[in-house]
Every structure is written in structure tokens, then in C-alpha cells.
């Protein structure tokens, strides 16, 4: 009994500072390697206990991998949060590390072969990357951060997401890390040409080698100009009412009078905190400036309609004013929307009324036409989800906007976290990108990753690049949601088959 709880201690420790290592892999940081570190850490230490073990190891690894990934979340709203949000994903890592130590326990009794390691690899892969799809999609959508893929915006691994996407990549990367767990000593002891796991490791590093990113244009190109007004916008900043829409006007001055003019201009989320649908000199200032320019203007507003609220994204046509508009489809819970407010009120009265009106869910498509071009957009927190990019594609967007506001979060890498997000969206969609935050990180980027231009945070400033407009999609817009799908119920299969073993060794025990 002693050896079994110094046991667990052990591995609880262990996993704890796999957690805390992972946070080492994500912007600012970047030290994407890490995360390899991490994920050994924390399969060790589940490999290495019980399955009901694996519960408490779990969530202690759980909780300091998310805890230590968003501490921008206590800027504004205090640590509250950002703790309930930790434990709430350290349960979702909990039940996963029982998966996961169930199966560990079901493959000891696996006979060595060719292929044993490899399998293993495959069967530990499949699970945590099934776990990472219950914490991005429940409860209330879910939170799609903190993937491990996430970490590898910068790393030559980073062209895997053109295959298959995020969850690709989340495999691979799971998949390389038990290679070298349960193989190290195949590696060390068998001829390279002989090692099935030798082969898979260098299947791994391979494939990003020889996958064909292309940043060409394919239908035209579109000029885009997009405008950080530096606005301290936010949930919990405030500006006197029309100074976000004044900074934006002065930070776009540069483009009033220049020849030739940009195809298209962008402003983030919220630029304009007066809604023009409300205030007629809103809708004066920034019809004049359109009409100067002689562009169209994509903004960020907030709208009512139908007594509900809405984050919107408006375009604005010269001699035309508002053509076309997107409310956002993913609103945040808990940051935009309180669900089942009467519950959690109940237990923090102060931080639910923060949001005493929440916003509503959008349901029109975020397609712009612009130029005779499909353009895309999404809205802050959607660059995470999945479904947002892959649905834009599919209804035919040739490049991809994510207007976003980054104030609440200050000069932390909350920002940094999420560009990188938006380079992998890129690689992922065969999509140039453009990244605009009222206060930064801004940037722009081509369907091949790299970054063509970015913008000093918290200064008012102007991208402006001819982007490539491309129709052709990539193996991960085709099939990245079957291959989630298809993981998924390969993962339940693997679980299911795992705890009948376990239950028959329980029982045979027992006899």
C-alpha cells in the first residue's frame, strides 16, 4: 500500500510538471520542442499508476497544463476563472488519462512484434487526440485552446495541418512522443533498416518535408489594407463612447488620398464602438471616409436586431453604405453569453453580472463579396474552431479575415497565442490570412505560414499587402472532419475494448 501511494505521488508529480513544461511550447515562449517533453512526462506518469490512479494523476497534470497556458485570463476577471476553466478541463484530462491507463494496462500483455510499438503508439495517439475533441466541443462549445498542436505555429512539423488539420497534427505529435516511450530501447538495440518504429519516426518528420505549400495566386489577388487603431476596447475597458471609432478613422488617415487605392480595408472587432445603425454620426464619419477612399471597409460593431445583440461585422460600400453583414456564430460563454445564468449566478453573483446582457448567436454566413472575390471572416475566438474555417472554405472564400479585440487580455501573450492559431489556419485552409486586433497582434500571413508583414501591439498602425486569392483546397478542408469523426470512433472502440479486458483480468483475478 505504501509502495502503491509513493507511487502515486510520484507520478502526480511528474505529470504536474509535464503540465507546467507544455506552457514552455506555446507563444511567447515558443520553445515549440517542449511540448514533446510535456506529453512524455504525462504519458509516463499515467503509464506508470492504476487506471483509477490515472483519475487523480490526470487531473493534477490536467489542471497545470491549462493553468499555466492562460493566465491571461486573470487580467481583468481576477483568478476565479481562469481556475474554474483549469479544473473543468483537468476533469476532461482526468477521464482521458483513465482511457489512457487502461489502455497502457491492456497492451502489457501485447506480444513484441514488427509492428508492437508502432501499434501502441497509434492506440495511445487515437486517445489523447479523442480527449482533446471532447474539451474543444463540451461543455457550451467547449474551449478549443491549448491543443498541442497549437504550440507548433513555428516548428517544421507546423505543414501537417495541410493534411489533415489540428487534430492531425495533435495525433502526430502524440504519436511521436509514444514511439519513442514504448521504442527507445528498439531504437537503441535494432538496425534503423530493420525498426518499424524508425520507420514511423521518419515518416513523421518526412511527410511536412514533402507537402506542397503554396502561396500562388490562383483566381487574382486582392490589395487589402487593415487599420490597429490602438483602442483600448474590451469587456472590461472603456473608452468615453466614440473614441475606438475616432482612433480608427485618424490611424486610416494614411490611406486618404494615396493612388492607387486598396481593394479592400479592415478594421478589427468592436472599431466601431458607436453602432452607425444608431448613431447618425457614426454612420456619417465612416460613409464619408468610404466614399473618400473609394473602398470598401469591413468593421466591427455591435448591433441590435429583433431585441437580441449581436458581434457583428459590417461592410460598408462607397455611395452605398452598409452591403452585407456577419454576426458572430461562436459567441465565448462566460466571456459573451452567460448559459444557464440562473445556476451559475448562484454561485459568483459578481463576476455573471459583468455580462448583463449576453450576445446572441449569428446564423448568416460570413462570406463578403468584395471585388467580385469571396471573402471570408471570422471573429476573434471563431480563428479556434474548427467548423468556422472549414465551413468559409467550403461556401467558397478566396482568403480569410479574423477581426479580432485583444484589450482585455493587456500585454500578455494571449495575443501571441492566438496568431499563432491563425498561421496554422493558413497552412490548414491554403488561405492567405489576416490577423487585425485593435491593439495587436496583427498581422498578415500566406496560405504558406509565413508572416509577410506584422504590427508593433498597441500602436496605431497600417498592414497593407496585394494577398494571392486561391479556390483549390487542401486534403484538410476535404476530409480533417472524417478523419476527427473517424478517430473518435476508433478511440471509443479502443476504450470499450480496453475495459472489457480490464474487467475480465479484474475477474480473473478475483477467481
Aim: proline residues 5%.
Amino acid at each position: 500500500m505504501t509502495h502503491s501511494k509513493s507511487r502515486l505521488a510520484l507520478a502526480s508529480l511528474i505529470g504536474v510538471v509535464g503540465g507546467l513544461v507544455s506552457s514552455l511550447a506555446y507563444p511567447s515562449n515558443s520553445i515549440w520542442i517542449a511540448i514533446f517533453l510535456a506529453i512524455g512526462l504525462i504519458l509516463y506518469a499515467i503509464s506508470i499508476v492504476k487506471p483509477t490512479q490515472a483519475l487523480l494523476v490526470g487531473f493534477v497534470s490536467g489542471v497545470a497544463f491549462y493553468a499555466s497556458q492562460i493566465p491571461w485570463m486573470t487580467i481583468y476577471l481576477g483568478p476565479v476563472p481562469w481556475l474554474a476553466l483549469s479544473v473543468l478541463e483537468g476533469l476532461v484530462f482526468a477521464a482521458g488519462s483513465w482511457a489512457l491507463a487502461l489502455a497502457f494496462r491492456a497492451m502489457s500483455a501485447w506480444m513484441p512484434s514488427f509492428f508492437a510499438t508502432a501499434s501502441k503508439a497509434l492506440v495511445i495517439a487515437s486517445l489523447w487526440t479523442a480527449r482533446e475533441w471532447v474539451a474543444m466541443t463540451v461543455p457550451y462549445g467547449g474551449f478549443p485552446w491549448s491543443r498541442v498542436s497549437l504550440s507548433q505555429s513555428n516548428s517544421a512539423l507546423a505543414p501537417w495541418v495541410f493534411w489533415g488539420g489540428n487534430s492531425l497534427l495533435s495525433f502526430v505529435l502524440v504519436f511521436a512522443v509514444a514511439l519513442l516511450l514504448f521504442g527507445y530501447r528498439e531504437l537503441a538495440i535494432a538496425q534503423w533498416r530493420k525498426s518499424a518504429t524508425a520507420a514511423a519516426l521518419l515518416f513523421v518528420v518526412a511527410v511536412p518535408a514533402f507537402t506542397p505549400l503554396d502561396a500562388k495566386a490562383e483566381v487574382g489577388s486582392l490589395d487589402v489594407a487593415a487599420v490597429q487603431g490602438n483602442a483600448k476596447a474590451g469587456l472590461l475597458v472603456y473608452e468615453p463612447l466614440g473614441k475606438i471609432l475616432q482612433n480608427h478613422l485618424n490611424a486610416s488617415t494614411p490611406l486618404i488620398g494615396g493612388q492607387p487605392g486598396p481593394d479592400l480595408v479592415v478594421w478589427p472587432e468592436n472599431a466601431a464602438d458607436k453602432n452607425p445603425h444608431l448613431y447618425q454620426d457614426a454612420e456619417l464619419a465612416i460613409s464619408k471616409f468610404v466614399d473618400t477612399i473609394d473602398a470598401p471597409l469591413m468593421f466591427g460593431t455591435i448591433t441590435e436586431r429583433d431585441e437580441q445583440i449581436f458581434n457583428s461585422s459590417l461592410l460598408w460600400l462607397p455611395k452605398t453604405g452598409e452591403a452585407d453583414f456577419y454576426d458572430k456564430k461562436r459567441p465565448v460563454a462566460f466571456g459573451e453569453y452567460v448559459p444557464d445564468r440562473a445556476f451559475w449566478r448562484l454561485l459568483a453573483p459578481d463576476l455573471i453580472d459583468l455580462i448583463p446582457r449576453g450576445y446572441s448567436f449569428g446564423t448568416r454566413d460570413g462570406i463578403f463579396e468584395v471585388a467580385d472575390n469571396k471573402v471570408g471572416t471570422m471573429i476573434c475566438f471563431e480563428v479556434a474552431v474548427d467548423d468556422i474555417s472549414r465551413e468559409l472554405v467550403s461556401q467558397g472564400a478566396t482568403i480569410l479575415i479574423a477581426q479580432t479585440n485583444n484589450a482585455d487580455f493587456g500585454r500578455t501573450n494571449q495575443s501571441d497565442q492566438q496568431l499563432a492559431i491563425a498561421k496554422l489556419r493558413a497552412i490548414e485552409t491554403g488561405r492567405a490570412f489576416i490577423n487585425i486586433s485593435t491593439v495587436g497582434t496583427s498581422a498578415m500571413i500566406l496560405p504558406t505560414g509565413e508572416e509577410v508583414q506584422q504590427l508593433e501591439t498597441y500602436t496605431a498602425d497600417i498592414m497593407r499587402e496585394t494577398l494571392p486569392l486561391r479556390t483549390s483546397q487542401t486534403p484538410a478542408m476535404l476530409i480533417g472532419s472524417t478523419l476527427e469523426i473517424s478517430n473518435n470512433f476508433a478511440a471509443l472502440g479502443i476504450l470499450i475494448y480496453t475495459f472489457v479486458i480490464s474487467l475480465r483480468r479484474r475477474r480473473g483475478s478475483a477467481s
